[in-house]
Nanobody, 122 residues
Framework: QVQLVESGGGLVQAGGSLRLSCAAS????????KAWFRQAPGKEREFVAA????????YYADSVKGRFTISRDNAKGTVYLQMNSLKPEDSAVYLC???????????????WGQGTQVTVSS
């Protein structure tokens, strides 16, 4: 059974940092694009960052560019999101996703994790 399991969320003060991880079980998805999305209460899910299968190309939402860094380890089947200079508006459930196509550009994915809560206090 394929699963994506996120970890690393928590409560942090504004200006702080967190590193999220998403580990795949059942398969590594080494040839898939991997992405992070987030959803805050009462808001639609929004794209945060994506990384190509090779790790050579990354994409970021304007709201996190320069503060967040996405990376991956294909041998471990894991994707990471390093989040620095966190703001209260970054508070949300963060979900990892994998896709074999460009569906992430339209907010879709082939597989989703359950999410990990990130709360940034002011």
């Amino acid at each position: 059974q394929v699963q994506l399991v996120e970890s690393g969320g928590g409560l942090v003060q504004a200006g702080g940092s967190l590193r999220l991880s998403c580990a795949a079980s059942g398969r590594t998805f080494s040839s898939y694009t991997k992405a992070w999305f987030r959803q805050a209460p009462g808001k639609e899910r929004e794209f945060v960052a994506a990384i190509s299968w090779s790790g050579d190309t990354t994409y970021y939402a304007d709201s996190v560019k320069g503060r967040f860094t996405i990376s991956r380890d294909n041998a471990k089947g894991t994707v990471y999101l390093q989040m620095n200079s966190l703001k209260p508006e970054d508070s949300a459930v963060y979900l990892c996703a994998v896709t074999g196509s460009d569906t992430w550009r339209r907010g879709g994915a082939d597989y989703w994790g359950q999410g990990t809560q990130v709360t940034v206090s002011s």
